[in-house]
């Protein structure tokens, strides 16, 4: 008799024990046992912002160059079995790439110079594809070596933006290579057939592609780099918006080095995307503008 019936509730406010603290109780339990498991110094480090409350202060811990080239050393090592294992993966692919390439270009067979160069181009596409497929493990890598020196804060922002700068770079890439290639083939192909045999190079063929899929791929990244710039507080929206004229001048410049071909349609065809994912990255700015206003002070 006089037992409590409910002894276990842990909800229940209890003798100097209130609610918020029960409450608080899980979170604090966390970071003890977080305390308790000594992890890596450069692992903790990129884990911490997401497992410290965000009102504890940054702590930096010193690495040594040992350390320091340790990490380096593990970073290179999981991404070179990364590419190991898409590499395979690009040999199975490399044929069917090659065939649409063909299909492409409208080319039947490509001409090569040199005695090895059909063996060396056919590992040269089964790399390419490599690198498309690892690159999301790339990308992580190279934030998990630079995590350690930025702080909670600049780590979360970047690791919710690292998914939308590998999609938004394949994306740039897959338009580059399905769209913006071919239509500048078929002008360069269709260019004073009456005077030029049109027959380029396999390795010329590769390189314009490496060109514009990799050019494509960096400038799809305008609208995450004009929201970090505002998440930090570098460049406002509104400081976006002024500069449009300039920003035109620029796409324009930069679907001119991308293209290389004098077709005013192609360079239309690949500065008018561009051009929209600026003002799209006007809007992202916006957002991570008003973010940046609600984080605590």
């Known amino acids: 008799m006089g037992r409590d019936p409910m002894p276990d509730n842990p909800l229940r406010p209890r003798t100097g024990r209130t609610r ?5 109780t899980p979170t604090r ?10 992890l890596p110094r450069p692992a903790a480090a990129a884990l911490g912002g997401w497992s410290v409350p965000p009102d504890e202060p940054d702590v930096f811990e010193e690495m040594t160059l040992a350390e320091h080239l340790e990490e380096l050393r593990s970073r290179i090592f999981k991404t070179c079995v990364g590419l190991a294992g898409s590499f395979v993966v690009g040999l199975i692919l490399a044929r069917p790439a090659l065939e649409l390439v063909k299909r492409q270009t409208g080319i039947e ?6 005695a090895t160069e059909n063996i060396t181009d056919y590992f040269k596409i089964a790399l390419y594809i ?3 497929i690892a690159l999301p493990l790339i990308f992580y890598q190279a934030f998990g070596f630079v995590a350690p020196g930025l702080t909670r804060k600049e780590k979360r922002i970047v690791y919710s933006t690292l998914p939308f700068a590998v999609v938004f770079f ?15 083939f078929a002008f360069l192909s269709s260019f004073m057939t009456d005077t030029f045999d049109y027959s380029p190079t396999f390795s010329s063929i590769a390189s314009f592609y490496i060109q514009v899929t990799l050019g494509m791929g960096l400038a799809f990244q305008t609208p995450i780099v004009m929201f970090l710039l505002a998440r930090i507080g570098i460049v406002g929206p509104r400081r976006f918006g002024a500069s449009r004229r300039y920003a035109a001048v620029g796409v324009l410049l930069a679907a001119a080095i991308i293209t290389p071909t004098p077709d005013p349609f192609n360079m239309l065809f690949v500065a008018a995307p561009i ?17 940046r206003g609600r984080d605590p002070a």
């Open 109 to 114: 067979r490509f001409d090569i110079n040199q």
């Open 29 to 38: 339990a966390l970071v003890r046992v977080r305390q308790g498991i000594r």
């Open 170 to 184: 394949l994306a740039g890439a897959g338009f580059a290579f399905f769209f913006a290639i071919p239509r500048a």
């Open 275 to 291: 051009y929209g994912l600026y003002e799209l990255g006007i809007l992202f700015a916006r957002i991570g503008d008003r973010r």
């Open 130 to 132: 490599a690198l498309m």
């Open 20 to 24: 918020a603290a029960v409450l608080a």
